[in-house]
């Protein structure tokens, strides 16, 4: 049967006729007066390899009712938008919707921004940074009038310094703006230990720091597998160890990025599944920790600037609710003060 959506989005039969009322009617009425679930939208912007990964994640978890995707390329947006569309018969109900007009994203709960220049192969993040601050004056603005009480969640590299360039152009409360930071070095981390003492990476509680990015920093003290403190249970039962091959995962973890890009051209998937896990924690209210780029003045002796970088946050419906106390060694935190040194010397060059 020939079927069009009515301009309110109901379906019209032949002659008119409201079918979804005809059909649901004694339903609709029954489903108007019993409770639902709470309604959440999430906007992507920048409908690319990341935007995509993050968009396609989100659905299959079912975390929104709504997603909307922004990009700056009409016909390649609607062909994303239509082929996500076309699984609706596989995947959780929900309304799908893309324009280049940021008014789609009205009144979003967390909005996600991939899009701008990613890098070419041996280029640092921070090479970025120019053109996209200047993508960002045209983003942020608008997302944040559209939706004043959103979530801002950082995704576009440097995302640190990006991350600051966000709270400034939309006046946001810090705690509503995140960066996505080392949520992904942190598990490319937990992988390679993981990896190394043949346990489940769900196991390994460890925390990559500060720059997402050439100046991270492993917080090798406080590593656990299934809850044993690894360094000092080593230490204990006398087990040698080489602080060389703890350095050398770290550096696997810098280089991983790089890897990749010189493999495939870009990284997608790990970072879908982050930003999904990071939006899950947020829209949900799971008040889980997650190493993620916060405004770090005043923690760990960082006190130089306002500068954004990865520190574990405890994240939730309010956005960043707290930044936890994790016990650092003296060289961990002189290597995250490093890592801020680092980023703010960038920052200062800034003109927003
Ligand atoms: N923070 C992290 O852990 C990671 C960050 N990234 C970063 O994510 C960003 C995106 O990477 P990819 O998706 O691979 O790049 P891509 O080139 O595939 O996609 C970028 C998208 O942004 C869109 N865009 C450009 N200007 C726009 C505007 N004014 N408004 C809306 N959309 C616009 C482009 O049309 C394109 O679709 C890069 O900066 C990359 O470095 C990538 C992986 C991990
Ligand atoms: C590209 C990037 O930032 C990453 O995959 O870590």
Redesign the pocket.
């Known amino acids: 049967m020939a079927m069009h959506k009515s301009s309110s989005g109901s379906a019209l039969g032949p002659g008119g006729l409201d079918l979804t009322q005809a059909f649901f009617k004694s339903i609709m009425n029954a489903a108007a007066s019993s409770p639902t679930k709470r309604h959440n939208k999430i906007s992507v912007v920048g409908a690319g390899n990341v935007g995509m990964a993050i968009a396609q994640t989100i659905l299959t978890q079912d975390l929104t009712d709504e997603l909307v995707l922004v990009d700056a390329i009409p016909d390649k947006l609607r062909g994303e938008m239509l082929d996500l569309q076309h699984a609706a018969a596989f995947l959780p109900r929900t309304r799908i919707q893309a324009s280049t007009d940021y008014s789609v994203t009205l009144g979003s709960d967390l909005c996600i921004v991939t899009a701008g220049a990613?890098?070419i192969n041996g280029e640092s993040?921070l090479n970025l940074l120019q053109r996209n601050v200047t993508l960002f004056q045209k983003i942020i603005p608008p997302l944040a009038r559209y939706s004043p009480d959103t979530i801002l969640l950082i995704v576009s590299?440097p995302?640190d310094v990006l991350t600051y360039v966000a709270w400034k152009l939309s006046g946001f409360p810090s705690n509503r703006v995140i960066g996505s930071g080392t949520n992904?070095?942190s598990s490319r981390f937990r992988f390679l230990i993981a990896d190394h003492l043949d346990v489940n990476a769900q196991d390994v509680q460890a925390f990559i720091v500060g720059e997402?990015?050439d100046s991270s920093v492993a917080l090798w003290s406080s590593i656990s597998v299934g809850g044993v403190p690894v360094l000092s249970f080593l230490e204990k039962q006398e087990i040698a160890y080489e602080k060389e091959m703890l350095e050398n995962i770290h550096k696997e973890v810098i280089q991983?990025?790089y890897e990749?890009?010189n493999l495939k051209g870009?990284?997608s998937w790990?970072?879908g599944y982050s930003v999904a896990n990071l939006a899950r924690t947020i829209l949900r209210d799971q008040r889980r920790v997650h190493p993620v780029s916060v405004l770090a003045k005043g923690f760990y002796g960082i006190d130089d600037g306002e500068v954004f970088l990865s520190l574990p946050a405890q994240l939730g419906r309010g956005g960043v609710l707290g930044v936890t106390n994790v016990h650092l060694t003296e060289e961990e935190t002189q290597r995250l003060r490093d890592s801020a040194k680092t980023i703010l010397q960038v920052q200062n060059q800034l003109v927003i």
């Open positions: 990613r890098q993040r590299n995302v992904l070095d997402h990015g991983g990025a990749v890009i870009y990284t790990a970072i």
